[in-house]
């Protein structure tokens, strides 16, 4: 076995009494009787310091070698010359066996003896004041930083920015990844003038090829990509310090438990958060739209959820006007439990499903008389076009500014393929030239041809929805068309028939406790959305292209 060893005097008088000498040559008598292996470069001495200090020249030096893994064992004459104080003690017998070289002493060990039981148990104790002033330490140097600015720990992770460390004197900076930067562009932009869902934008990120922050794998999900639109440090400030862990998770069996993995995460007060900054790529405004875009598509989506087995028509789409929550279809039978009723019912009934002191004192609404009001609000509209051309002309004005972006988008994608196109003549170049090998030439290329072949496919993308912004014409047609294929008595529709209608242009009903009722009104048509052969087309998410202004329309029914 390997093993180094370890001699220290704290005076010059002991250095005269060649104390350093007598210590060496017991521990070398002892390490020859045991048949270790010791080299010179393994023998530390400290001459003349403390015990009561850990910057010790020979200590620092073993203590290194020893996580290099130099020798298996660490030879000392007794505790008193590794450290005069307990707690340095157990640190450093901590340390060496963590790192394979546990200590051996020729004179006092621990062992069983009342010296070695009080180190236990002081052992015990220390750990657990030392973890904790690690862990205070570390908190309070990392919000020092963070109000510094040197504390960055998102820039790590964040797509879109690249991190520079600490170097020639500089503190740690933040700057823009030019390439993710412009992807984070499109992203906002999808969701908020193409109104595309977060999967959708996944899909075409994927299709695309645009590869990932990491760059292993071109594969995007839908968790990154909501972190990203979500995620307000793009806007150029963002918030450090803003939760702190709250009591420990309920199990679903009701038993508390402490582990550090299930405690929740609650906010901070405001005061206590800490700002932070980084260079801006998208502004502000822009990603207002875009948490008010992804609110709308959220509630799309709860339209859709799943079907229901009972009939209530305005399912996921009534809100109570008081407290502004949804309200649940739900069922009751009557006392004689001959008759069962349906109501749209106010989830603020149940406070503590909303996390709400009281329950709303708004009442049930009968699912069948708020059904037939809102039926007739929609026939209505269906049957008078008109209205629809006048919030078109208003949406066709607000469009007009959305033509100069399209080109700017057209040219940025022409120029990104220019820089392409001059990396693939590089990489032939290189080849040429032997820098680069037919196998590294084969990959990098096919590479570079993915990445035309995406910006190519997002150019004509773009091309086409510049186009369709500007060729409205037939809209009247289509809303003509499309009352045309619900049938002439729209009386006569099945139940489905008239959820899938209500679903399609109904985006919200607000009942009031007063009895008034307000419905808002989505108009979701293309410009071609119905086939020449004039048969139903099966409804997707890529039917809902032009959003208008909502119509605000009002009625009242009777609340029992």
Not at 58 to 84: H, K, M, N, T, Y
Not at 414 to 428: F, G, P, T, V
Not at 500 to 526: C, M, R, S, T
Request: hydrophobic share 35%.
């Amino acid at each position: 076995m390997q093993v180094a060893i370890y001699a220290r005097v704290s005076t010059s008088l002991q250095e005269k009494n060649d104390t350093i000498e007598s210590q060496l040559e017991m521990l070398k008598a002892y390490v020859k009787k045991q048949g270790y292996k010791l080299f010179p470069e393994h023998i530390f001495i400290d001459n003349g310091v403390s015990g009561g200090r850990l910057d010790r020249p020979a200590l620092d030096r073993l203590r290194d070698q020893a996580r290099l893994g130099e020798f298996e064992a660490v030879v000392i004459l007794s505790p008193d010359r590794l450290a005069r104080i307990y707690p340095h003690q157990w640190l450093l017998l901590e340390e060496l066996t963590k790192h394979d070289a546990p200590v051996i002493f020729l004179e006092n060990p621990f062992g069983d003896s009342p010296q070695g039981a009080l180190l236990a148990q002081m052992q015990g104790t220390i750990a657990e004041y030392e973890r904790s002033q690690i862990l205070e330490r570390t908190r309070r140097g990392r919000l020092n930083k963070a109000r510094k600015g040197e504390y960055m720990p998102w820039a790590y992770h964040t797509y879109g920015y690249r991190y520079i460390p600490r170097q020639a004197g500089l503190p740690p900076q933040v700057e823009v990844f030019p390439e993710q930067a412009e992807v984070v562009k499109d992203m906002f932009r999808w969701l908020i003038q193409e109104q595309m869902s977060t999967r959708q934008i996944v899909k075409r990120l994927n299709a695309l090829k645009i590869p990932t922050r990491t760059q292993k794998k071109p594969v995007w999900h839908t968790a990154t990509v909501g972190g990203i639109l979500n995620n307000p440090i793009y806007t150029g400030r963002g918030y450090f310090n803003k939760t702190e862990n709250g009591a420990p998770r309920k199990e679903t069996r009701g038993k508390w438990v402490d582990r550090k993995d299930h405690h929740t995460r609650q906010a901070r007060p405001k005061e206590e958060w800490i700002a932070v900054t980084a260079p801006a790529i998208i502004s502000q405004e822009t990603f207002e739209k875009a948490q008010q875009q992804l609110k709308c598509n959220r509630e799309k989506a709860r339209r859709y959820y799943q079907p229901t087995s009972r009939r209530y028509l305005l399912r996921t789409l009534v809100r109570c006007g008081h407290c502004q929550l949804y309200m649940n279809a739900t069922r009751q039978r009557s006392t004689c439990k001959r008759h069962e009723y349906q109501y749209y019912v106010c989830t603020g009934k149940d406070p503590v499903r909303v996390g709400r002191e009281k329950s709303c004192p708004s009442k049930r609404v009968r699912a069948d008389r708020l059904d037939e009001v809102i039926w007739n609000l929609v026939r209505e509209l269906i049957e008078k076009p008109q209205v629809v051309l006048k919030e078109y002309e208003l949406w066709q004005k607000l469009q007009q500014g959305h033509q100069e972006a399209f080109q700017e988008q057209i040219d940025r994608i022409k120029k990104q393929s220019q820089n392409l196109e001059k990396q693939r003549q590089r990489l032939i170049d290189a080849y040429q030239q032997e820098v680069i090998t037919l196998k590294e030439l084969s990959s990098r290329r096919s590479q570079l041809e993915e990445r035309l072949k995406g910006l190519e496919q997002q150019r004509r993308q773009v091309i086409a929805q510049q186009n369709a912004s500007i060729k409205w014409e037939h809209l009247i047609e289509n809303i003509e068309h499309f009352r045309t294929l619900l049938g002439k008595n729209l009386d006569e529709l099945g139940f489905e028939d008239r959820q899938a209608v209500v679903q399609l242009l109904v985006e919200k009903v607000i009942v009031y406790p007063d009895g008034n009722v307000e419905i808002h009104h989505i108009l979701p048509f293309e410009e071609k959305p119905f086939p020449e052969n004039g048969k139903k087309k099966v409804v997707s998410e890529n039917f809902y292209v032009l959003r208008l202004e909502h119509l605000a329309m009002t009625a009242r029914i009777i609340i029992r």
